[in-house]
């Protein structure tokens, strides 16, 4: 069975056609509707997880690695936080091309699974010990989200709006980030440690084949989430931040 986001359906033959999977958007420019209810809660305050305020879990986001298989809330409050990003995060022309897939128990491990076999038909051997020992720590985690792009709608808004036709692919890659960006940021703020990766195209073909995703959407990234086993660690010292004077002016 897929566990989808609104409700518990067989694994459809061609994700999101018809509109009764994961996230049911149609293509056509949607009509204004009513937020969700989760943000006249969570963001009306400008909190989250009632404790955080949206800066403070910014600010706290970071990558975590050593994941294990458990999560500190019901599987409810994870899918009612995808959903939400659904509803209510922007896209250009409100174009709502974002489409996500949430993989959890199995299909999660199917996932990472795919991923290592797709790796090793092509990396050197000397390389597959390491490259199964990271991909061993993604599926270690509680769960996956991919990040998809239907370039339907975005194709429709090219012949609506032509002096803007360059754009509109660049402005779906910003979509997608923010998509990222907010999950990333919530699940840990809900307590999970969370990890960015980006395996397309090598799992491309094989992912859309396994959880019947349309074959003219785009993989952007895997978001994979987790209980952390350890805290992330100190920032590399690599990491510098450039003075503010070379990034950021004020005018008034």
Not at 14 to 30: D, E, G, V, W, Y
Not at 121 to 148: C, D, H, M, V
Not at 183 to 204: C, K, M, R, V
């Amino acid at each position: 069975m897929f566990r989808s986001l609104y409700k518990t359906v067989p694994r459809p033959a061609t994700l999101f056609k018809p509109f009764n999977s994961p996230i049911a958007i149609q293509h056509q420019i949607p009509k204004p509707r009513l937020l969700p209810t989760i943000q006249a809660k969570h963001f009306a305050s400008i909190k989250m997880a009632d404790t955080k305020t949206f800066i403070e879990a910014v600010k706290g986001r970071r990558t975590y690695y050593d994941l294990k298989a458990e999560s500190p809330i019901p599987d409810s409050r994870i899918e009612e936080i995808v959903k939400t990003a659904i509803e209510v995060l922007p896209s250009s022309f409100n174009s709502q091309s974002a489409r996500l897939v949430l993989l959890y128990g199995d299909h999660h491990k199917k996932l990472w699974d795919i991923t290592r076999d797709s790796l090793f038909a092509f990396i050197p051997e000397e390389q597959k010990e390491a490259t199964g020992a990271r991909i061993s720590g993604f599926q270690n985690a509680y769960a996956t989200i991919l990040f998809f792009e239907d370039y339907a709608p975005i194709k429709e808004l090219q012949a609506a709006f032509a002096p803007y036709a360059d754009k509109f692919p660049q402005w779906s890659e910003h979509t997608s980030a923010i998509h990222q960006f907010f999950l990333w940021t919530a699940l840990e703020a809900e307590g999970f440690g969370a990890n960015l990766q980006h395996y397309s195209p090598i799992i491309d073909d094989k992912v859309k084949e396994e959880w019947g995703v349309d074959k003219d959407y785009k993989l952007i990234a895997q978001l994979v989430f987790g209980t952390p086993n350890s805290p992330p660690g100190d920032r590399p010292k690599i990491v510098t931040f450039k003075p503010l004077e070379e990034t950021f002016r004020i005018f008034k």
